[in-house]
Protein backbone atom coordinates (compact mmCIF):
# COMPACT_ATOMS: atom_id res chain seq x y z
CA UNK A 1 0.00 0.00 0.00
CA UNK A 2 0.77 3.46 -0.42
CA UNK A 3 2.94 5.40 1.75
CA UNK A 4 2.42 8.92 2.91
CA UNK A 5 3.88 11.77 0.43
CA UNK A 6 5.48 9.08 -2.11
CA UNK A 7 6.25 10.30 -5.64
CA UNK A 8 4.95 8.45 -8.45
CA UNK A 9 7.00 8.80 -12.05
CA UNK A 10 6.58 6.91 -15.00
CA UNK A 11 7.03 3.52 -15.98
CA UNK A 12 9.48 3.30 -19.65
CA UNK A 13 11.61 0.44 -20.66
CA UNK A 14 10.87 -1.39 -17.16
CA UNK A 15 12.00 1.80 -14.93
CA UNK A 16 10.67 4.25 -13.12
CA UNK A 17 11.67 7.26 -14.56
CA UNK A 18 11.12 10.68 -15.40
CA UNK A 19 12.93 13.64 -16.70
CA UNK A 20 9.61 16.68 -15.43
CA UNK A 21 9.90 17.69 -12.45
CA UNK A 22 6.09 19.04 -12.77
CA UNK A 23 4.47 17.11 -9.99
CA UNK A 24 0.47 17.39 -9.16
CA UNK A 25 -0.79 16.51 -5.88
CA UNK A 26 -2.53 13.18 -5.08
CA UNK A 27 -5.41 13.64 -2.58
CA UNK A 28 -6.72 10.97 -0.28
CA UNK A 29 -10.46 11.90 -0.98
CA UNK A 30 -11.42 10.69 2.37
CA UNK A 31 -9.24 13.20 4.51
CA UNK A 32 -8.36 16.20 1.54
CA UNK A 33 -4.62 15.38 2.60
CA UNK A 34 -2.01 15.20 0.45
CA UNK A 35 -0.75 11.75 0.68
CA UNK A 36 1.20 12.06 -2.46
CA UNK A 37 2.92 13.44 -6.07
CA UNK A 38 2.84 12.56 -9.88
CA UNK A 39 5.23 13.86 -11.93
CA UNK A 40 3.37 15.36 -15.24
CA UNK A 41 5.29 13.96 -18.22
CA UNK A 42 6.82 16.94 -20.55
CA UNK A 43 8.12 16.23 -24.32
CA UNK A 44 11.44 14.37 -23.38
CA UNK A 45 9.30 11.93 -21.39
CA UNK A 46 7.24 11.36 -24.19
CA UNK A 47 10.07 10.51 -26.52
CA UNK A 48 11.82 8.31 -23.92
CA UNK A 49 8.32 6.44 -24.10
CA UNK A 50 8.15 6.67 -27.86
CA UNK A 51 11.62 5.00 -28.67
CA UNK A 52 11.14 2.54 -25.84
CA UNK A 53 7.76 1.24 -27.44
CA UNK A 54 8.80 1.23 -30.46
CA UNK A 55 12.08 -0.45 -30.33
CA UNK A 56 9.97 -3.25 -27.78
CA UNK A 57 7.75 -3.90 -30.22
CA UNK A 58 10.05 -5.46 -33.28
CA UNK A 59 10.72 -7.99 -30.62
CA UNK A 60 7.74 -8.68 -29.19
CA UNK A 61 5.54 -8.68 -32.62
CA UNK A 62 8.16 -11.62 -33.70
CA UNK A 63 7.44 -13.20 -30.56
CA UNK A 64 4.84 -16.61 -30.87
CA UNK A 65 1.55 -15.89 -29.67
CA UNK A 66 2.16 -19.26 -27.28
CA UNK A 67 4.81 -17.72 -25.87
CA UNK A 68 2.71 -14.92 -25.75
CA UNK A 69 0.11 -16.20 -23.67
CA UNK A 70 2.53 -18.08 -21.67
CA UNK A 71 4.05 -14.98 -20.13
CA UNK A 72 0.24 -13.72 -19.70
CA UNK A 73 -0.49 -16.70 -17.34
CA UNK A 74 2.60 -15.67 -15.33
CA UNK A 75 0.93 -12.31 -14.82
CA UNK A 76 -2.55 -13.49 -13.72
CA UNK A 77 -0.88 -15.82 -11.35
CA UNK A 78 1.15 -12.37 -10.14
CA UNK A 79 -2.34 -10.22 -10.51
CA UNK A 80 -3.71 -13.12 -7.78
CA UNK A 81 -0.93 -12.93 -5.78
CA UNK A 82 -0.40 -9.18 -5.23
CA UNK A 83 -4.35 -8.37 -5.13
CA UNK A 84 -5.04 -7.42 -1.88
CA UNK A 85 -2.34 -4.88 -2.65
CA UNK A 86 -3.44 -3.50 -5.64
CA UNK A 87 -6.87 -3.50 -4.10
CA UNK A 88 -5.82 -1.12 -1.15
CA UNK A 89 -3.52 1.29 -3.72
CA UNK A 90 -7.51 2.09 -5.66
CA UNK A 91 -9.00 2.76 -2.53
CA UNK A 92 -6.34 4.56 -1.35
CA UNK A 93 -6.10 7.08 -4.25
CA UNK A 94 -9.95 6.80 -5.14
CA UNK A 95 -11.55 6.41 -2.09
CA UNK A 96 -13.86 2.77 -3.13
CA UNK A 97 -14.40 0.39 -0.61
CA UNK A 98 -12.04 -2.14 -0.49
CA UNK A 99 -14.54 -5.18 -1.33
CA UNK A 100 -15.39 -2.61 -4.97
CA UNK A 101 -11.79 -2.35 -5.18
CA UNK A 102 -11.09 -5.72 -4.98
CA UNK A 103 -14.35 -6.44 -7.34
CA UNK A 104 -12.74 -4.28 -10.06
CA UNK A 105 -9.39 -5.77 -10.13
CA UNK A 106 -10.94 -9.27 -10.40
CA UNK A 107 -12.75 -7.97 -13.77
CA UNK A 108 -10.07 -6.46 -15.33
CA UNK A 109 -8.19 -9.82 -14.59
CA UNK A 110 -10.71 -11.66 -16.38
CA UNK A 111 -9.48 -9.60 -19.27
CA UNK A 112 -5.90 -10.89 -18.81
CA UNK A 113 -7.46 -14.31 -18.55
CA UNK A 114 -9.47 -13.90 -21.60
CA UNK A 115 -5.91 -12.82 -23.06
CA UNK A 116 -4.09 -16.09 -22.68
CA UNK A 117 -6.34 -17.57 -24.88
CA UNK A 118 -4.26 -15.69 -27.66
CA UNK A 119 -2.96 -18.52 -29.79
CA UNK A 120 -6.49 -19.46 -30.38
CA UNK A 121 -7.73 -16.17 -30.58
CA UNK A 122 -5.44 -15.16 -33.77
CA UNK A 123 -5.97 -18.54 -35.47
CA UNK A 124 -7.61 -16.89 -38.93
CA UNK A 125 -9.80 -18.42 -41.31
CA UNK A 126 -8.98 -20.37 -44.10
CA UNK A 127 -10.72 -21.43 -48.02
CA UNK A 128 -9.17 -24.08 -49.96
CA UNK A 129 -9.81 -23.90 -53.55
CA UNK A 130 -11.48 -20.61 -54.00
CA UNK A 131 -10.44 -20.69 -56.96
CA UNK A 132 -9.16 -23.64 -59.20
CA UNK A 133 -5.58 -24.36 -57.25
CA UNK A 134 -5.94 -21.12 -55.45
CA UNK A 135 -6.39 -21.16 -51.77
CA UNK A 136 -6.90 -17.60 -49.40
CA UNK A 137 -6.08 -17.03 -45.94
CA UNK A 138 -6.74 -13.97 -43.34
CA UNK A 139 -4.70 -13.25 -40.63
CA UNK A 140 -4.35 -10.58 -38.08
CA UNK A 141 -1.53 -8.49 -37.71
CA UNK A 142 -0.28 -6.29 -34.25
CA UNK A 143 -0.27 -2.52 -35.44
CA UNK A 144 2.78 -1.64 -33.84
CA UNK A 145 2.65 0.87 -30.80
CA UNK A 146 -1.56 1.22 -28.83
CA UNK A 147 -1.93 4.20 -26.71
CA UNK A 148 -5.06 3.96 -23.79
CA UNK A 149 -5.82 6.86 -21.85
CA UNK A 150 -8.15 6.46 -18.43
CA UNK A 151 -10.24 7.81 -16.24
CA UNK A 152 -10.12 7.86 -12.33
CA UNK A 153 -13.30 5.70 -11.79
CA UNK A 154 -11.47 2.41 -12.32
CA UNK A 155 -7.90 2.98 -11.86
CA UNK A 156 -6.85 -1.12 -12.50
CA UNK A 157 -10.05 -2.60 -14.48
CA UNK A 158 -10.27 0.19 -17.44
CA UNK A 159 -7.00 -0.23 -18.51
CA UNK A 160 -6.79 -3.93 -18.14
CA UNK A 161 -9.76 -3.73 -20.33
CA UNK A 162 -6.87 -2.04 -22.77
CA UNK A 163 -3.58 -3.43 -22.66
CA UNK A 164 -3.44 -6.82 -21.78
CA UNK A 165 -5.86 -7.92 -25.47
CA UNK A 166 -3.21 -5.06 -27.23
CA UNK A 167 0.12 -6.78 -25.85
CA UNK A 168 -1.29 -9.98 -26.84
CA UNK A 169 -1.81 -9.44 -30.01
CA UNK A 170 1.81 -8.33 -30.47
CA UNK A 171 1.49 -4.39 -29.63
CA UNK A 172 3.69 -2.55 -27.80
CA UNK A 173 1.42 -0.66 -25.21
CA UNK A 174 1.29 3.33 -24.05
CA UNK A 175 -0.86 3.85 -20.70
CA UNK A 176 -1.73 7.81 -19.70
CA UNK A 177 -3.72 6.86 -16.71
CA UNK A 178 -5.81 9.31 -14.46
CA UNK A 179 -3.46 11.92 -13.01
CA UNK A 180 -5.88 11.54 -9.98
CA UNK A 181 -4.98 7.90 -9.11
CA UNK A 182 -2.17 6.72 -10.87
CA UNK A 183 -0.50 4.21 -8.36
CA UNK A 184 -2.38 1.27 -9.25
CA UNK A 185 -1.17 0.80 -13.31
CA UNK A 186 2.73 1.36 -11.89
CA UNK A 187 2.44 -1.74 -9.72
CA UNK A 188 0.05 -3.49 -12.64
CA UNK A 189 3.14 -2.48 -15.37
CA UNK A 190 5.79 -3.87 -12.89
CA UNK A 191 4.22 -6.96 -12.14
CA UNK A 192 3.79 -7.78 -15.69
CA UNK A 193 7.85 -7.21 -16.13
CA UNK A 194 7.82 -9.71 -12.90
CA UNK A 195 5.73 -11.57 -15.43
CA UNK A 196 8.61 -11.99 -18.10
CA UNK A 197 7.46 -9.31 -20.45
CA UNK A 198 10.31 -7.78 -22.46
CA UNK A 199 10.67 -3.76 -21.38
CA UNK A 200 8.63 -1.19 -23.04
CA UNK A 201 6.04 -3.46 -24.47
CA UNK A 202 4.38 -2.10 -21.67
CA UNK A 203 4.93 1.29 -20.42
CA UNK A 204 3.13 4.28 -18.14
CA UNK A 205 3.20 7.55 -18.86
CA UNK A 206 1.66 9.91 -16.48
CA UNK A 207 0.75 13.50 -17.33
CA UNK A 208 -2.83 15.64 -18.16
CA UNK A 209 -3.92 16.92 -21.56
CA UNK A 210 -0.71 17.91 -22.64
CA UNK A 211 0.57 14.53 -22.88
CA UNK A 212 -2.57 13.02 -24.55
CA UNK A 213 -2.46 15.80 -27.17
CA UNK A 214 1.36 14.77 -27.95
CA UNK A 215 0.04 10.95 -28.42
CA UNK A 216 -3.34 12.13 -30.50
CA UNK A 217 -0.37 13.81 -32.72
CA UNK A 218 2.45 11.03 -32.32
CA UNK A 219 2.39 9.42 -36.29
CA UNK A 220 4.14 6.57 -34.42
CA UNK A 221 1.23 5.83 -32.53
CA UNK A 222 -1.01 3.39 -34.79
CA UNK A 223 -4.39 3.20 -32.42
CA UNK A 224 -6.03 5.25 -29.41
CA UNK A 225 -8.26 3.37 -26.99
CA UNK A 226 -9.80 6.16 -24.48
CA UNK A 227 -12.03 5.74 -21.87
CA UNK A 228 -14.13 9.22 -20.12
CA UNK A 229 -16.13 11.37 -20.13
CA UNK A 230 -18.13 12.92 -23.25
CA UNK A 231 -16.76 15.61 -24.16
CA UNK A 232 -13.92 14.43 -24.12
CA UNK A 233 -14.34 11.43 -25.86
CA UNK A 234 -15.81 13.37 -29.29
CA UNK A 235 -12.44 15.71 -28.99
CA UNK A 236 -10.32 12.59 -28.73
CA UNK A 237 -12.34 10.19 -31.65
CA UNK A 238 -12.16 13.35 -33.58
CA UNK A 239 -8.20 14.49 -33.61
CA UNK A 240 -7.64 11.15 -33.56
CA UNK A 241 -9.52 10.07 -36.62
CA UNK A 242 -8.50 13.18 -38.55
CA UNK A 243 -4.58 11.95 -37.60
CA UNK A 244 -5.26 8.92 -39.33
CA UNK A 245 -5.66 6.33 -36.08
CA UNK A 246 -8.00 3.71 -35.19
CA UNK A 247 -9.76 5.02 -32.39
CA UNK A 248 -11.73 3.92 -29.64
CA UNK A 249 -13.27 6.70 -27.60
CA UNK A 250 -15.86 5.63 -24.73
CA UNK A 251 -18.07 8.31 -23.14
CA UNK A 252 -20.28 9.15 -19.99
CA UNK A 253 -23.49 7.55 -19.51
CA UNK A 254 -27.33 8.27 -17.77
CA UNK A 255 -28.52 4.74 -17.58
CA UNK A 256 -31.89 4.03 -16.79
CA UNK A 257 -33.49 1.07 -14.63
CA UNK A 258 -37.47 0.75 -15.27
CA UNK A 259 -39.38 -1.17 -12.80
CA UNK A 260 -42.34 -2.80 -14.20
CA UNK A 261 -45.63 -3.11 -12.01
CA UNK A 262 -45.14 -6.78 -11.79
CA UNK A 263 -41.16 -6.31 -11.04
CA UNK A 264 -40.03 -8.53 -7.50
CA UNK A 265 -39.87 -5.35 -5.94
CA UNK A 266 -37.38 -6.29 -3.19
CA UNK A 267 -35.22 -7.81 -6.20
CA UNK A 268 -35.10 -4.64 -7.90
CA UNK A 269 -34.68 -2.27 -5.07
CA UNK A 270 -31.80 -4.22 -4.12
CA UNK A 271 -30.70 -4.13 -7.39
CA UNK A 272 -31.10 -0.21 -7.41
CA UNK A 273 -29.25 0.38 -3.81
CA UNK A 274 -26.29 -1.17 -5.60
CA UNK A 275 -26.07 0.73 -8.61
CA UNK A 276 -26.96 3.65 -7.39
CA UNK A 277 -25.09 4.28 -4.55
CA UNK A 278 -22.27 1.37 -5.27
CA UNK A 279 -18.80 3.74 -5.42
CA UNK A 280 -20.65 6.69 -4.71
CA UNK A 281 -21.88 6.72 -8.19
CA UNK A 282 -19.11 6.97 -9.88
CA UNK A 283 -19.25 4.08 -12.03
CA UNK A 284 -20.12 4.20 -16.40
CA UNK A 285 -23.00 1.59 -15.49
CA UNK A 286 -24.01 3.34 -12.29
CA UNK A 287 -28.07 3.84 -12.31
CA UNK A 288 -28.64 7.18 -12.23
CA UNK A 289 -32.19 7.24 -13.17
CA UNK A 290 -35.18 4.29 -11.99
CA UNK A 291 -38.25 4.81 -14.15
CA UNK A 292 -40.92 3.61 -12.06
CA UNK A 293 -44.01 2.30 -14.07
CA UNK A 294 -47.72 2.37 -13.09
CA UNK A 295 -48.39 2.05 -9.57
CA UNK A 296 -45.71 0.34 -8.52
CA UNK A 297 -43.71 4.65 -7.59
CA UNK A 298 -44.85 5.24 -4.48
CA UNK A 299 -43.50 1.81 -2.79
CA UNK A 300 -40.89 1.90 -4.49
CA UNK A 301 -40.05 5.61 -3.68
CA UNK A 302 -40.40 4.78 -0.37
CA UNK A 303 -38.52 1.38 -0.37
CA UNK A 304 -35.30 2.93 -1.88
CA UNK A 305 -35.59 5.75 0.79
CA UNK A 306 -35.69 3.71 3.67
CA UNK A 307 -32.71 1.65 2.93
CA UNK A 308 -30.76 4.45 1.50
CA UNK A 309 -30.83 6.17 5.09
CA UNK A 310 -28.77 2.32 6.33
CA UNK A 311 -26.21 2.83 4.00
CA UNK A 312 -22.90 3.09 6.05
CA UNK A 313 -21.07 6.08 4.30
CA UNK A 314 -17.63 5.76 5.45
CA UNK A 315 -13.70 5.76 4.53
CA UNK A 316 -12.38 2.65 2.61
CA UNK A 317 -10.16 2.00 6.17
CA UNK A 318 -13.12 1.23 7.80
CA UNK A 319 -14.46 -2.73 6.96
CA UNK A 320 -18.27 -2.11 7.39
CA UNK A 321 -17.89 0.76 4.80
CA UNK A 322 -20.67 0.43 1.77
CA UNK A 323 -20.15 3.79 -0.12
CA UNK A 324 -16.82 5.89 0.34
CA UNK A 325 -16.72 9.55 -0.64
CA UNK A 326 -16.30 11.03 -3.93
CA UNK A 327 -13.03 12.08 -6.02
CA UNK A 328 -12.18 15.47 -5.18
CA UNK A 329 -13.95 18.83 -3.46
CA UNK A 330 -14.57 20.13 -6.84
CA UNK A 331 -16.37 17.13 -7.65
CA UNK A 332 -18.39 17.59 -4.35
CA UNK A 333 -19.35 20.95 -5.28
CA UNK A 334 -20.44 20.10 -8.19
CA UNK A 335 -22.57 17.24 -7.21
CA UNK A 336 -24.29 19.64 -4.27
CA UNK A 337 -24.61 21.80 -7.11
CA UNK A 338 -26.69 19.48 -8.88
CA UNK A 339 -29.00 18.61 -5.88
CA UNK A 340 -29.68 22.30 -5.78
CA UNK A 341 -30.40 22.48 -9.27
CA UNK A 342 -32.62 19.53 -9.02
CA UNK A 343 -34.75 21.64 -6.43
CA UNK A 344 -35.11 24.86 -8.11
CA UNK A 345 -36.49 23.05 -11.38
CA UNK A 346 -39.33 21.45 -9.24
CA UNK A 347 -37.85 17.80 -8.83
CA UNK A 348 -39.26 16.11 -5.26
CA UNK A 349 -35.91 16.02 -2.92
CA UNK A 350 -36.40 12.85 -1.13
CA UNK A 351 -33.26 12.49 0.84
CA UNK A 352 -30.92 14.86 0.60
CA UNK A 353 -26.93 13.52 0.77
CA UNK A 354 -25.72 17.02 1.07
CA UNK A 355 -23.76 17.97 4.49
CA UNK A 356 -23.08 14.65 6.09
CA UNK A 357 -19.94 15.17 7.99
CA UNK A 358 -17.84 11.84 9.18
CA UNK A 359 -16.46 12.47 12.79
CA UNK A 360 -12.84 12.12 11.81
CA UNK A 361 -12.88 12.83 7.85
CA UNK A 362 -14.65 16.44 8.21
CA UNK A 363 -12.81 17.57 5.02
CA UNK A 364 -13.10 14.50 3.23
CA UNK A 365 -15.10 14.71 -0.13
CA UNK A 366 -18.63 13.02 1.16
CA UNK A 367 -21.67 13.12 -0.40
CA UNK A 368 -24.62 10.57 1.37
CA UNK A 369 -27.07 9.02 -1.04
CA UNK A 370 -29.62 10.94 -2.68
CA UNK A 371 -33.04 10.69 -3.98
CA UNK A 372 -35.05 12.72 -6.39
CA UNK A 373 -38.90 12.22 -7.22
CA UNK A 374 -41.06 13.28 -9.87
CA UNK A 375 -37.85 14.21 -12.28
CA UNK A 376 -38.95 14.69 -15.66
CA UNK A 377 -36.97 14.80 -19.02
CA UNK A 378 -36.58 18.52 -18.96
CA UNK A 379 -34.81 19.04 -15.84
CA UNK A 380 -30.70 19.00 -15.82
CA UNK A 381 -30.50 16.39 -13.30
CA UNK A 382 -32.11 14.05 -16.03
CA UNK A 383 -30.25 15.02 -18.97
CA UNK A 384 -26.76 15.43 -17.53
CA UNK A 385 -24.34 12.68 -15.90
CA UNK A 386 -23.81 14.05 -12.52
CA UNK A 387 -21.20 10.96 -11.70
CA UNK A 388 -22.21 11.06 -8.22
CA UNK A 389 -24.85 9.02 -5.28
CA UNK A 390 -27.95 10.69 -6.65
CA UNK A 391 -30.72 8.81 -8.36
CA UNK A 392 -33.69 10.68 -9.97
CA UNK A 393 -37.18 8.43 -10.07
CA UNK A 394 -38.65 9.47 -13.09
CA UNK A 395 -42.72 8.60 -13.23
CA UNK A 396 -43.91 6.70 -16.69
CA UNK A 397 -47.36 5.81 -17.05
CA UNK A 398 -46.46 2.56 -19.14
CA UNK A 399 -43.88 0.51 -20.68
CA UNK A 400 -44.20 2.51 -23.94
CA UNK A 401 -43.54 5.48 -22.10
CA UNK A 402 -40.58 3.95 -20.29
CA UNK A 403 -38.85 2.84 -23.40
CA UNK A 404 -39.66 6.00 -25.47
CA UNK A 405 -37.77 7.57 -22.52
CA UNK A 406 -34.41 5.53 -22.47
CA UNK A 407 -34.03 5.94 -26.40
CA UNK A 408 -34.43 9.63 -26.81
CA UNK A 409 -31.91 10.02 -24.27
CA UNK A 410 -28.46 11.08 -25.50
CA UNK A 411 -26.55 8.44 -23.54
CA UNK A 412 -26.55 4.97 -24.40
CA UNK A 413 -24.09 3.00 -22.39
CA UNK A 414 -26.16 0.27 -20.18
CA UNK A 415 -29.87 -0.05 -19.37
CA UNK A 416 -32.04 -2.71 -17.65
CA UNK A 417 -35.20 -3.80 -16.77
CA UNK A 418 -37.12 -5.73 -14.20
CA UNK A 419 -40.21 -7.60 -15.25
CA UNK A 420 -41.96 -11.28 -14.59
CA UNK A 421 -43.44 -10.53 -17.89
CA UNK A 422 -40.87 -12.53 -20.71
CA UNK A 423 -42.90 -10.53 -23.93
CA UNK A 424 -41.86 -6.99 -22.36
CA UNK A 425 -38.29 -8.37 -21.96
CA UNK A 426 -37.75 -9.37 -25.34
CA UNK A 427 -39.06 -6.80 -26.99
CA UNK A 428 -36.95 -4.16 -24.15
CA UNK A 429 -33.89 -6.49 -25.42
CA UNK A 430 -34.70 -6.33 -28.84
CA UNK A 431 -35.68 -2.01 -29.32
CA UNK A 432 -33.77 -0.72 -26.56
CA UNK A 433 -31.49 1.64 -28.53
CA UNK A 434 -28.53 1.03 -25.72
CA UNK A 435 -25.48 -1.06 -26.02
CA UNK A 436 -25.36 -3.17 -22.95
CA UNK A 437 -29.25 -4.37 -21.69
CA UNK A 438 -30.27 -6.33 -18.51
CA UNK A 439 -33.32 -8.01 -17.34
CA UNK A 440 -33.59 -8.31 -13.61
CA UNK A 441 -29.77 -7.55 -13.35
CA UNK A 442 -28.97 -3.73 -12.39
CA UNK A 443 -25.82 -3.50 -13.61
CA UNK A 444 -25.32 -5.45 -17.15
CA UNK A 445 -21.38 -4.91 -17.70
CA UNK A 446 -20.62 -8.00 -20.24
CA UNK A 447 -18.08 -10.55 -19.00
CA UNK A 448 -14.18 -10.42 -20.16
CA UNK A 449 -14.87 -12.82 -23.30
CA UNK A 450 -18.08 -10.63 -24.52
CA UNK A 451 -17.51 -7.04 -25.23
CA UNK A 452 -17.99 -4.00 -23.37
CA UNK A 453 -19.57 -1.11 -24.81
CA UNK A 454 -22.54 1.92 -25.30
CA UNK A 455 -24.20 3.65 -28.37
CA UNK A 456 -24.73 7.17 -28.91
CA UNK A 457 -23.23 9.80 -27.08
CA UNK A 458 -21.37 7.07 -24.58
CA UNK A 459 -19.36 5.89 -27.45
CA UNK A 460 -17.58 7.08 -30.56
CA UNK A 461 -15.84 4.53 -32.79
CA UNK A 462 -16.82 1.24 -34.20
CA UNK A 463 -15.41 -1.46 -31.88
CA UNK A 464 -16.27 -1.83 -28.31
CA UNK A 465 -13.59 -3.12 -25.71
CA UNK A 466 -12.03 -6.70 -24.44
CA UNK A 467 -13.74 -9.89 -25.82
CA UNK A 468 -13.92 -10.33 -30.00
CA UNK A 469 -13.98 -6.40 -30.46
CA UNK A 470 -10.68 -6.01 -28.34
CA UNK A 471 -8.77 -8.59 -30.93
CA UNK A 472 -10.50 -7.06 -34.00
CA UNK A 473 -9.26 -3.49 -32.66
CA UNK A 474 -5.08 -4.33 -31.88
CA UNK A 475 -4.88 -6.16 -35.02
CA UNK A 476 -4.98 -5.31 -38.77
CA UNK A 477 -6.89 -7.86 -41.41
CA UNK A 478 -4.69 -9.36 -43.95
CA UNK A 479 -6.35 -11.45 -46.77
CA UNK A 480 -3.84 -13.91 -48.46
CA UNK A 481 -4.88 -15.17 -51.83
CA UNK A 482 -2.11 -17.57 -53.23
CA UNK A 483 -1.51 -19.95 -55.99
CA UNK A 484 1.28 -22.77 -57.02
CA UNK A 485 0.29 -23.70 -61.03
CA UNK A 486 2.72 -26.01 -62.37
CA UNK A 487 3.45 -24.24 -65.70
CA UNK A 488 3.59 -20.50 -64.61
CA UNK A 489 2.81 -19.11 -68.04
CA UNK A 490 -0.86 -19.32 -68.75
CA UNK A 491 -1.16 -15.42 -70.73
CA UNK A 492 -2.64 -12.23 -68.86
CA UNK A 493 -6.07 -11.82 -68.26
CA UNK A 494 -7.97 -8.81 -68.62
CA UNK A 495 -11.51 -10.02 -67.01
CA UNK A 496 -12.14 -10.09 -63.27
CA UNK A 497 -11.54 -13.48 -62.77
CA UNK A 498 -14.65 -15.86 -61.04
CA UNK A 499 -13.74 -19.34 -60.14
P1 LIG B 1 -12.12 12.70 -17.96
O1 LIG B 1 -12.70 12.74 -19.30
O2 LIG B 1 -11.99 13.98 -17.19
O3 LIG B 1 -10.61 12.12 -18.02
C1 LIG B 1 -10.33 10.90 -18.66
C2 LIG B 1 -8.88 10.93 -19.14
O4 LIG B 1 -8.73 11.96 -20.11
C3 LIG B 1 -7.86 11.21 -18.05
O5 LIG B 1 -6.74 10.39 -18.24
C4 LIG B 1 -7.52 12.68 -18.25
O6 LIG B 1 -6.21 13.00 -17.87
C5 LIG B 1 -7.73 12.89 -19.72
N1 LIG B 1 -8.24 14.24 -20.06
C6 LIG B 1 -9.05 15.02 -19.29
N2 LIG B 1 -9.34 16.16 -19.94
C7 LIG B 1 -8.73 16.09 -21.14
C8 LIG B 1 -8.67 16.98 -22.26
N3 LIG B 1 -9.31 18.14 -22.27
N4 LIG B 1 -7.95 16.60 -23.32
C9 LIG B 1 -7.31 15.42 -23.35
N5 LIG B 1 -7.33 14.55 -22.31
C10 LIG B 1 -8.03 14.87 -21.22
O7 LIG B 1 -12.91 11.60 -17.12
P2 LIG B 1 -12.80 11.25 -15.58
O8 LIG B 1 -13.39 12.35 -14.77
O9 LIG B 1 -11.43 10.79 -15.25
O10 LIG B 1 -13.75 9.96 -15.52
C11 LIG B 1 -15.14 10.02 -15.37
C12 LIG B 1 -15.86 9.92 -16.68
O11 LIG B 1 -15.49 8.72 -17.35
C13 LIG B 1 -17.37 9.83 -16.54
O12 LIG B 1 -17.97 10.63 -17.51
C14 LIG B 1 -17.68 8.37 -16.78
O13 LIG B 1 -18.99 8.10 -17.24
C15 LIG B 1 -16.67 8.03 -17.80
N6 LIG B 1 -16.43 6.60 -17.86
C16 LIG B 1 -16.95 5.93 -18.94
C17 LIG B 1 -16.79 4.56 -19.02
C18 LIG B 1 -17.36 3.80 -20.18
O14 LIG B 1 -17.04 2.64 -20.31
N7 LIG B 1 -18.16 4.39 -21.04
C19 LIG B 1 -16.09 3.87 -18.02
C20 LIG B 1 -15.56 4.59 -16.96
C21 LIG B 1 -15.73 5.97 -16.90
New binding site residues.
Partial sequence: MSKKNYQIKNYINGNHVSVSNNNLDIIDPSTGEKIGEVALSEVKDFENAIKSSETAYQNWSEVTPLKRSRIISKYKENIEKDIQNLAKLVSSEHGKTLEDAKGSVIRGLEVVEFACGIPHLLKGEFSQNVGTGIDSWSIRQPLGIAAG??????PAM?PM?MYPIAIACGNSFIL?????DPSCSLRLAELFSESGLPDGVFNVLN???D???ML?NEPKVQSIS????????K??YEVSAKNGKRVQA????KNHLVVMPDANIDLAVDGIMGAAYGSAG?????VSVAVAVGDIADQLVEEINNKAQTLKVAPWTDPDAEMGPV?SIE?KQKIENYIETGKKEGARLVLDGRNISIQGYEKGNFVGPTLFDNVTKDMTIYKE?I?GPVLSVVRAKNYEEAINLINSHSYG?GTSIYTSDGEISRHFTTNSNIGMVGVNVPIPVPMAFHS???WKQ??FGDHA?HGTEGVKFYTKLKTVTSRWPKSIRSGPEFVMPTN
Fill in positions: ITPFNFVWKPSEKGDKIVNLFVGSTPVAYILGGAERCMAIHEFNFGGSLM
